[in-house]
């Protein structure tokens, strides 16, 4: 089984000056059937699939290349990448295979971990690789390119064109002032997304549903990662990290191991950040010197350093993704569901190509028409799990001491069990639980585990 890990073709590195080679020109002349929005994860999956099925596509991309905004990486679920480009791994610049997963309760000084290491997790179709947003967003890409589709870069979608409540086209602002007419508009524009605010699409996305994470790339020899992570080479670790990191608000934060490379996040709510007056930058600077995290960063040199906003209101907070002429997708539409984002992206993208092809069919564009992507996506695993997560974003509003209490909590019981007294043990289980009650009172403890088991039942 272990030397599966071995047994991968060399998956080809794609240079960002050939992507940009082919996109220097301005489109051709004439109506397209499909102008996207934005060359990521989602905007690039849809152009895929849709120039597969002949349809005449433009996409167009805010930067000077897929990917040139964006900093560090995050883990993909192998089996959805699969079924949408099987064994991708042989072409994908991943960067290691994640055969260890763990989840840290966190203080200032203590650390209450559980850890899973399997082999299992390396066989095929394997389960989740790391990799690098740059490589993957570079990759999508250049299968759209090669499926015929036309990529614009520094093409920035400032306004969508509407005859009547139909979509029609899009304008293009500065340095390329243009427009371009087509039959579906299809916004991949990210989270917040401006064009839909715009065009009358969605409300103002609310400080509460938005978290801003701020990330770190730093490198290190594989050969320290994997000494200071217990790893085989190709394989890779996954940490989440609670409590401590978020400076006692609702938060998270992770560390994901890369070839030569370990990359750092941490974010919350953008209303916490206001609220708290805390800066993004405080936050990763706190984490990086607690002594759990200072000793595997050790050494190691700054290589990359950025923010992120990501939509994390949960299902109650997904806008209605289907007008005349326009679907929503990706972080656009909020298809964010606790780690999974990339690999919902793609999938909306996918969807959308299905219902973008049944409408070219038949020469319909309304909303009646689109609404295919809809159905699809309520019908797949993507709105499925987004609806039984659907109490998460409001539990964590409502019990806003859930991360930081209770992993106090957990690590002082932690503690006192592994403090060894002269007392009973009876008596030693009597003060632990006077200990935990004195921090939480056992009836608010009750109300709490009840309210967060019907969120997660």
Not at 26 to 42: E, L, N, R, S, T
Not at 123 to 138: C, D, E, G, S, V
Not at 305 to 334: F, N, R
Request: charged fraction near 20%; proline fraction near 4%; glycine fraction near 6%.
């Amino acid at each position: 089984m272990i030397n599966r890990v071995f047994s991968f073709k060399k998956p080809y590195k794609i240079n960002p000056d050939s992507i940009k080679s082919q996109t220097t020109n301005q489109a051709p002349a004439g109506k397209f059937d499909v102008i996207i929005a934005g060359a990521g994860p989602a905007g690039s999956t849809a152009a895929y699939f849709m120039a597969q099925q002949g349809l005449k596509v433009l996409l167009l991309e805010r930067g000077c290349y897929p990917g040139a905004k964006v900093c560090g990486g995050v883990s993909i679920i192998a089996e959805h990448t699969h079924k949408l480009f099987p064994n991708f791994w042989d072409e994908l610049e991943w960067e290691r295979m994640v055969t260890d997963q763990s989840f840290w309760w966190m203080t200032e000084d203590s650390v209450l971990s559980t850890r899973y290491q399997s082999k299992r997790l390396a066989a095929a179709p394997y389960n989740r690789f790391t990799i690098k947003r740059i490589h993957l967003y570079q990759w999508l890409a250049q299968k759209a390119i090669d499926a015929g589709a036309i990529l614009l870069n520094n093409h920035h979608v400032s306004e969508v064109l509407f005859k009547d409540n139909q979509a029609i086209g899009v304008k293009i602002a500065e340095p390329h002032p243009n427009y371009y007419l087509a039959d579906i508009i299809v916004l991949a524009d990210g989270a917040n997304s401006m064009l839909a605010e715009k065009s009358g699409l969605i409300h103002r996305v609310s400080p509460l549903n938005m978290s801003l994470y701020v990330k770190e790339t730093i490198s290190l020899s594989a050969e320290i990662i994997e000494e200071r992570f217990n790893l085989l080479p190709n394989e890779g670790a996954i940490i989440g990290l609670y409590g401590y990191p978020t400076a006692g608000m609702n938060g998270t934060a992770s560390i994901h191991t890369f070839k030569d490379s370990i990359s750092l996040n941490v974010g919350m709510s953008v209303a916490d950040f206001a609220q708290s007056g805390t800066r993004p930058y405080e936050l990763l600077n706190r984490l990086k010197e607690h002594p759990n995290i200072k000793h595997l960063l050790k050494d190691g040199k700054l290589k990359e350093y950025g923010s992120a906003l990501i939509p994390e209101g949960g299902y109650t907070s997904i806008p209605s993704l289907v007008h005349p002429g326009i679907m929503i997708t990706g972080d656009a539409a909020a298809l964010v569901n606790g780690v999974h984002g990339v690999n919902l992206a793609m999938w909306s993208g996918f969807f959308a190509a299905k219902a973008a092809t049944a409408a070219k069919i038949v020469r319909d564009f309304s909303e009646r028409k689109l609404s295919l992507y809809r159905t699809l996506l309520n019908e797949s695993f993507v709105m499925q799990d987004m609806k039984a997560n659907a109490g998460v974003a409001k539990m964590q509003q409502d019990i806003p001491y859930l991360f930081d209490l209770y992993t106090r909590m957990a690590n002082e019981a932690a503690f006192q069990v592994a403090k060894v007294y002269t007392m009973p043990k009876l008596a030693k289980r009597k003060f632990i639980f006077q200990k935990l009650i004195s921090m939480q009172p056992l009836g608010k403890m009750l109300k709490d585990s009840w309210r967060v088991l019907k969120v997660i039942k």
